[in-house]
T-cell receptor, first 114, second 111 residues
């Protein structure tokens, strides 16, 4: 059983388009995250939700909007895609919102903006 | 903003012990140190976590000096399959505060 799953795995799109990435966890965790990993493997947190409430919102363009319909799902919608948005996006979850909690990552979504 | 610092890359040979050090000078009292491993085309996965002194599990050991301003991940007798990126993360045990993963250390194990 996949603990943290993301769809799609690959996403190729044109500049200016709007796209969404979905994430689901079946671990019963309270907290979920979105990370962006660039080509140099720099892994940076973007957002964190705890029980559907936004608790971490790093400096991310307003074009990125997370949505958590329930605590098992955290989706990422991106408007007006730009070339610089090309990266691998990882979803993760943890039992609680404590920074020291072990995080469980999904397989990643490789976004390519042309 | 406090951050962690690791070497960008390291090379080793099969069968050797590898030590990767992470610097976290501004670590706070409630912070724990966690190491993650990431293989190509996969998400990071937990390896080991510690607060102070030494922690050992079936995969690795984690050494943390008394001042806790650094930590060293030790991988005994590495094999080719240990080639991966290793990230050090410092996170608060009582709040949501955590430091960024950064770029990690690319470990390449050579035959």
């Amino acid at each position: 059983d996949t603990a943290v799953s993301q769809t799609p795995k690959y996403l190729v799109t044109q500049m200016g388009n709007d796209k969404s990435i979905k994430c689901e966890q079946n671990l019963g965790h309270d907290t979920m995250y979105w990370y962006k990993q660039d080509s140099k493997k720099f892994l940076k947190i973007m957002f964190s939700y705890n029980n559907k409430e936004l608790i971490i919102n790093e400096t991310v363009p307003n074009r990125f909007s997370p949505k958590s319909p329930d605590k098992a799902h955290l989706n990422l919608h991106i408007n007006s895609l730009e070339l610089g948005d090309s990266a691998v996006y990882f979803c993760a979850s943890s039992p609680t919102s404590r920074g020291a909690d072990t995080q469980y990552f999904g397989p990643g979504t490789r976004l390519t903006v042309l | 903003l406090a951050k962690t610092t690791q070497p960008i890359s390291m090379d080793s040979y099969e069968g050797q012990e590898v030590n990767i050090t992470c610097s976290h000078n501004n670590i706070a009292t409630n912070d724990y140190i966690t190491w993650y491993q990431q293989f190509p085309s996969q998400g990071p996965r937990f390896i080991i976590q510690g607060y102070k002194t030494k922690v050992t599990n079936e995969v690795a050991s984690l050494f943390i000096p008394a001042d806790r301003k650094s930590s060293t991940l030790s991988l005994p007798r590495v094999s080719l399959s240990d080639t991966a990126v290793y990230y050090c993360l410092v996170g608060d045990g009582s709040s949501a505060r955590q430091l960024t993963f950064g770029s990690g250390t690319q470990l390449t194990v050579l035959p």
